[in-house]
């Protein structure tokens, strides 16, 4: 994913001044995050989502319950596409760094 928007990214700044509506705008992406991975993607008191914001600058939304007949939960990123490339490694860092419960690391 961060590889793709990177791309993207590079090949929009050789494009010149004009500027697409998503990059006016910004992005905003959905991600299907396993459920028992949401606790460590928030982190005790929220410590941990507050510091992936704060050091990408995205706004990050998790969702309070997993998806109907799921058990996967929706986290909306959204920002530049810079602060979103930043906010999608951490989110990747600390989901590898803390694999689904049931699952060998």
């Given at each position: 994913i961060c590889k793709t928007l990177e791309g993207r990214e590079?090949?929009?700044?050789?494009?010149?001044?004009e500027r697409t509506r998503e990059q006016e705008e910004g992005l905003s992406l959905n991600?299907?995050?396993?459920?028992?991975?949401?606790?460590?993607?928030?982190?005790?008191?929220?410590?941990?989502?507050?510091?992936i914001r704060e050091f990408s600058g995205a706004t990050i939304h998790?969702?309070?319950?997993?998806?109907?007949?799921?058990?996967?939960t929706s986290v909306k990123v959204s920002g530049s596409r810079e602060e979103v490339t930043q906010c999608i490694y951490h989110i990747?860092?600390?989901l590898l760094e803390y694999p689904p419960k049931g699952e060998p690391r």
């Amino acid at each position: 994913i961060c590889k793709t928007l990177e791309g993207r990214e590079r090949r929009d700044s050789r494009d010149g001044p004009e500027r697409t509506r998503e990059q006016e705008e910004g992005l905003s992406l959905n991600l299907l995050v396993p459920s028992s991975q949401c606790g460590a993607l928030i982190g005790k008191e929220g410590s941990k989502i507050t510091e992936i914001r704060e050091f990408s600058g995205a706004t990050i939304h998790v969702g309070r319950e997993s998806l109907p007949g799921s058990s996967e939960t929706s986290v909306k990123v959204s920002g530049s596409r810079e602060e979103v490339t930043q906010c999608i490694y951490h989110i990747c860092c600390t989901l590898l760094e803390y694999p689904p419960k049931g699952e060998p690391r």
